[in-house]
C-alpha cells in the first residue's frame, strides 16, 4: 500500500510554469501506475496524465499535450508533472493516483480503475 501526497501548486500567471510532485510512501512505488487527474470547480474530473509502472510510456490528454510532462523517480518515490505554457482554463485542483499492476505496460484513463489518492493541489492561472 502506499500513500501519496501531491506539492507545488500555486498560482502562475498564464503562460507560466509549474512542477507537480507526487510523493509516496511505502516500498513498491515502481510496481505502480501513476496518474494526475485534475478537477475544476463545477465540473467533472478529467484525466491529465499517465505514466507506466516502468515509466517507458507515457501518455497524455489532448488538452495538454506538448504542454506537460510526465516523469518518475522511483528511487525517491516520486513522480512528477512539469506543466508549461499554462493557460487559465488549467486551473484546477489537481491529483496524483496510484494502482497496483503487475504488467510494466498497463495504464487506464478512468478514475476508477485507481486505488490510492492524494488530497490534491490548487493550480490557478490567471489571465
Known amino acids: 500500500q502506499v500513500q501519496l501526497v501531491e506539492s507545488g501548486g500555486g498560482l502562475v500567471q498564464a503562460g507560466g510554469s509549474l512542477r507537480l510532485s507526487c510523493a509516496a510512501s511505502?516500498?513498491?512505488?515502481?510496481?505502480?501506475?501513476v496518474n494526475w487527474f485534475r478537477q475544476a470547480p463545477g465540473k467533472e474530473r478529467e484525466f491529465v496524465a499517465a505514466?507506466?509502472?516502468?515509466?517507458?510510456?507515457?501518455y497524455y490528454a489532448d488538452s495538454v499535450k506538448g504542454r506537460f510532462t510526465i516523469a518518475r523517480d522511483n528511487a525517491k518515490n516520486t513522480v512528477y508533472l512539469q506543466m508549461n505554457s499554462l493557460k487559465p482554463e488549467d486551473t484546477a485542483v489537481y491529483c496524483c493516483?496510484?494502482?497496483?499492476?503487475?504488467?510494466?505496460?498497463?495504464?487506464?484513463?478512468?478514475?476508477?480503475?485507481?486505488?490510492?489518492w492524494g488530497q490534491g493541489t490548487q493550480v490557478t492561472v490567471s489571465s
Open positions: 493516483a496510484a494502482q497496483r499492476v503487475y504488467g510494466s505496460m498497463w495504464y487506464s484513463r478512468s478514475s476508477f480503475d485507481y486505488t490510492y
Open positions: 511505502g516500498r513498491t512505488f515502481s510496481s505502480y501506475a
Open positions: 505514466i507506466t509502472w516502468s515509466g517507458g510510456s507515457t
